[in-house]
């Protein structure tokens, strides 16, 4: 394999670039021209790339966000206009593009499936920072949103103590709630609220149940009145976006008026100062850590390693620190699990 393309599709997270660099590295050792696809799937369409060569990519390690761009490319999404789709992108990779690295989520990882099917051999990296690859410990990015979600809750704790409040804190994870449990260890949360844990009844779409309603406010309502007997001046409630955040078709969330509704109902039924802080977009930017460059530059080294070797249809994870390589269309299966002694622990330490 000579000529490889390199993508960044779905959601943009903090250390694609670094993967993206390392890939540059690695190719260029083994002989390799790499090329920079813009805009993920659409530019695979389109024909838009160009060759990366080290200057291009000399600092990039650094840099939030992927220079490759990212987008959503509706066609692959829906299976009636999949088909010509993924033809096109195969007829414009013929005796150009010899085999493909894309990092993404699993949205992503479903289009590299359907390519490598018909012809484009794909090695795929998890880049989300929602951590909701199951095959995976970590996503890439993942570790920086953790690091904003704590940053940016130490300052809102700030002012919330100063006024004796209740802070609603949603989070962003999509249906996974890594970042809100984790987030509200690392933070010191009154309460986590997730999709995975507590026996709520959330249904796939539209809003919960008066009963689940009922029950998970009054959850709540005692988790603040507890804390409060205790002696604690101001609460962090931490909320998963999968509850009060993601809109379904209709516009509803879960938890049915978001976030405000919730600041609203928790204010009424303990008198405390509820307000609500949608972390939101800041959670995705951001220079990546440590530790996400870390990893995203073993495993785009890793990736370019895979193809050289013609070994595809493979997600590149990290399990137990040690980088190694999983089926897609395993890798697509698995149930994507969290911790419950972890959730055990957030309660526990949380007064
Ligand atoms: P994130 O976790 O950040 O949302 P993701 O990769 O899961 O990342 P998606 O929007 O689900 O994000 O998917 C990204 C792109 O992957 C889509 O725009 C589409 O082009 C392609 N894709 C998604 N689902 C499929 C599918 N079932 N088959 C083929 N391609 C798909």
Redesign the pocket.
């Known amino acids: 394999m000579k000529h490889i393309g390199i993508l960044t ?3 943009d ?1 903090p250390g694609m670039n670094a993967a993206v660099r390392a890939a540059v590295f690695a190719a260029r050792a083994q002989g390799i021209t790499l090329y920079g696809i813009q805009q ?2 659409r530019g695979l369409y389109e024909g838009n790339w160009d060759e990366l060569t080290l200057d291009k990519v000399d600092a990039i390690h650094a840099q939030g966000g992927t220079i490759l761009r990212t ?7 829906d299976s009636a206009r ?1 088909q010509p789709a993924i033809d096109q992108c195969v007829a414009n990779c013929a005796g150009k593009i010899d085999g493909l690295i894309v990092i ?8 590299a ?2 390519l490598t099917n018909h012809g484009l051999p794909c090695v795929c990296l998890p880049g ?3 951590n ?1 690859i199951a095959c995976t410990d970590y996503t890439i990015g993942y570790d920086t949103a953790l690091n904003t979600v704590m940053n940016q809750v130490d300052a809102i704790a700030d002012t919330a103590r100063s006024h004796d409040r209740c802070m609603i804190i949603e989070v962003m994870g ?1 249906k996974a709630g890594d970042l809100t449990l984790y987030g509200g260890i690392a933070c010191g949360a009154t309460a986590v609220v997730l999709m995975e844990h507590g026996g709520y009844r959330f249904p796939e779409e539209g809003e919960m149940d008066a009963e689940t309603k009922a029950r998970f406010e009054s959850d709540l309502v005692a988790r603040v009145l507890k804390a409060k007997a205790a002696g604690k001046n101001y609460f962090l409630i931490f909320v998963a976006e999968g509850i009060t955040g993601k809109k379904d078709k209709n516009g509803k969330t879960r938890y049915p008026g978001g976030a405000e509704a919730l600041a609203k109902a928790l204010g009424d039924a303990t008198g405390a100062d509820a307000r609500c802080d949608i972390l939101s977009y800041v959670q995705r930017g951001g220079r990546p850590t440590a530790r996400d460059r870390v990893i995203a530059t073993q495993m785009g080294d890793y990736a370019v390693g895979l193809l050289a070797r013609g070994i595809s249809n493979r997600v590149v994870v990290i399990h137990n620190e040690v980088i190694m390589d999983y089926d897609i269309n395993q890798a697509l299966k698995m149930p994507k699990g969290l911790s419950a002694a972890d959730y055990g622990l957030a309660w526990r330490v949380s007064l």
Request: hydrophobic share 20%.
């Open positions: 599709s779905g959601g997270s993920g799937y987008a959503r490319f509706m066609p692959f999404q999949r993404g989520g699993d949205g992503s990882f479903r289009g499936q359907d989300t920072i929602d909701d999509n």
